[in-house]
C-alpha cells in the first residue's frame, strides 16, 4: 500500500464513495476543490506528484504558512521555474478533505492555463488527490467516483481489462506496445499514464534505438509544460496495444530531446497515453492497490483527429456587444398614407449590452494553411464561416479546425483597427 499518513479521507465514514462532476475541456479533466475554504478548479493530472497553484490565477491568497523556495521543472524548454511552498493546507471535496497538505505557488505564470482552457484554471492535482482513493471516471457521463478503498469490491467484468500500475516518483505507469508503420515488428513500451495530456500518444524519439520518428510528420506545437513551450513531431501510428485493445492508426507526437530532458531521467520512460486514449474507457484508477481497470465505452472505434488550420487560438477576456434584446416587439397602427394598407406593422427593436468571450490567435505555425493565407499572432477572431464568434466555446473553436480534410475556413479577424478576411482550407497531412 502506498503511504497512508497523509491524503483524502471521508468525512462521514458511512458513505463508502463519493460522486464528483466535472467538465472536459480539449479532453483535460477539471475539477472543483475547495482549499482552505475557496472554491478553485483544478486539472486532475496523474502525471504531476506536487499539488501546483498559478500565481496569475490569484489562487495564491489562500492563507497559509510559506515555508521555502522551490524549483520546479518539467516538459519544455525553458529553465526550471520557481516556486513556493505553502504548508498546512485543507483540501476538501464534497464528502472528502485532506488536511496538512503543501501547496506550491508558482511565482512566474509564463504558460497561463486560463487562457488555453477558456475558464479560470487555478492549479493542478495528481498524487494528493489519489494515493488514497479509488477513482472511476465516467467520460460519457462527466462523472467520477471516488471509493473508500477498504470496503471496494471490483465488480465481475468481462468486457473490462484490469493492468499493474507501477508508481515510480509517485507517478503511474503502464505497459503497452506500438508498431510504427505496416512493416515494423511491435516495439514493448512503458508509458506514463497522463490524464492531464490532451493528446493520445507521446514518444521520446530514441528512448529506445527502435522508437524513431515516420517518414510522414509535421512539426506542431504540443502544448505548455512547467519549463515552458512543447514542440514536437506530429504523426500515426500503425497501431497501440494495451493488453487486449487494439487502436489502428492513432495520432502520436515525437517531442524533441530538450522539451523532454526532464520525463527522460526515468530511464524506462518512452512516453505518455494521455486523454485521446483514456476518453474511449470508463476508467478505475487505482493507486493504493497498484491497477488501472478499462472497460471500453461507445467512443472507442472514433477516429484520431488533430488541428489541421496551424493556429492555437485562446481565450482573450471579454468584449462589450451588443444585441437585439428578447423584448424588442411589433407595434400595430395606422398609416397617414391613403394609397398604403389600412393598418401597418412597426418594428421596435431594442437592443441590450453583454459582455461575451473574446478569442485570439496566439500562435501560427510556419508553412501551415493559415500562415500561407496570412493569419498572425495577435489577430482577433470575430467570425468563423460567417458565424460570430462570442458564441462559441473555445473547445468548439479548436474543433472546427479538426473536422475534415480540405475544408475552407473563412475566417474574420480584427489587427489592429482594421477588419480582414482570409480564406484557407484545411490540409491533411498524416
Not at 526550471?80 to 508558482?106: C, G, T
Request: charged letters at 25%; hydrophobic letters at 40%; aromatic letters at 10%.
Amino acid at each position: 500500500m502506498i503511504g497512508q499518513q497523509r491524503g483524502f479521507h471521508f468525512i462521514n465514514k458511512e458513505k463508502n464513495y463519493v460522486d464528483l462532476d466535472f467538465q472536459l475541456i480539449n479532453n483535460i479533466i477539471v475539477i472543483p476543490i475547495e482549499i482552505n475554504k475557496k472554491k478553485l478548479n483544478f486539472i486532475l493530472d496523474t502525471g504531476v506528484n506536487k499539488t501546483i497553484v498559478f500565481s496569475s490565477s490569484k489562487a495564491d491568497t489562500i492563507s497559509s504558512d510559506i515555508d521555502q523556495k522551490f524549483k520546479l521543472s518539467g516538459l519544455g524548454k525553458g529553465l526550471p521555474i520557481e516556486a513556493i511552498v505553502l504548508k498546512n493546507n485543507i483540501f476538501k471535496i464534497k464528502n472528502l478533505i485532506s488536511r496538512n497538505n503543501n501547496v506550491f505557488v508558482v511565482l512566474k505564470d509564463n504558460f497561463d492555463f486560463s487562457s488555453k482552457m477558456g475558464i479560470t484554471i487555478h492549479g493542478v492535482i495528481g498524487f494528493d488527490l489519489l494515493k488514497n482513493l479509488i477513482l472511476r471516471i465516467n467520460f460519457k457521463s462527466k462523472k467520477i467516483r471516488f471509493y473508500k478503498p477498504a470496503t471496494f469490491k471490483y465488480k465481475e467484468c468481462k468486457k473490462c481489462e484490469t493492468f499493474a500500475l507501477t508508481i515510480f516518483q509517485k507517478k503511474p505507469y503502464i505497459a503497452a506496445s506500438i508498431v510504427l508503420n505496416q512493416n515494423s515488428k511491435k516495439i514493448p513500451v512503458n508509458m506514463l499514464l497522463d490524464s492531464g495530456g490532451s493528446d493520445a500518444i507521446w514518444l521520446f524519439e530514441h528512448s529506445r534505438k527502435d522508437i524513431t520518428t515516420p517518414e510522414v510528420y509535421f512539426t506542431d506545437f504540443l502544448g505548455v509544460g512547467l519549463s515552458g513551450t512543447i514542440y514536437g513531431k506530429r504523426s500515426r501510428l500503425f497501431s497501440l496495444t494495451i493488453g487486449r485493445f487494439l487502436f489502428k492508426n492513432p495520432t502520436v507526437s515525437f517531442l524533441d530531446s530538450i522539451s523532454s530532458k526532464k520525463a527522460r531521467q526515468y530511464n524506462e520512460r518512452n512516453g505518455s497515453i494521455g486523454n485521446d486514449i483514456l476518453k474511449r474507457f470508463k476508467v478505475w484508477i487505482d493507486y493504493p492497490n497498484k491497477k488501472l481497470t478499462l472497460q471500453k465505452n461507445g467512443s472507442f472505434t472514433t477516429g484520431f483527429n488533430y488541428n489541421m488550420s496551424g493556429i492555437e487560438v485562446v481565450y482573450d477576456g471579454k468584449i462589450l456587444v451588443k444585441e437585439a434584446s428578447r423584448n424588442s416587439a411589433e407595434s400595430f397602427g395606422n398609416t397617414p398614407d391613403p394609397n398604403s394598407a389600412r393598418n401597418s406593422v412597426s418594428i421596435i427593436t431594442n437592443y441590450v449590452y453583454k459582455f461575451k468571450p473574446s478569442f485570439k490567435i496566439n500562435e501560427v505555425l510556419k508553412g501551415s494553411p493559415a500562415d500561407i493565407a496570412g493569419v498572425l499572432k495577435d489577430d482577433i477572431i470575430m467570425k468563423i464561416n460567417g458565424k460570430t464568434v462570442y458564441n462559441y466555446k473555445l473547445e468548439d473553436i479548436i474543433a472546427s479546425f479538426q473536422e475534415e480534410d480540405q475544408k475552407i475556413i473563412r475566417l474574420t479577424v480584427l489587427r489592429g483597427v482594421n477588419i480582414l478576411t482570409i480564406n484557407f482550407k484545411l490540409k491533411k497531412i498524416i
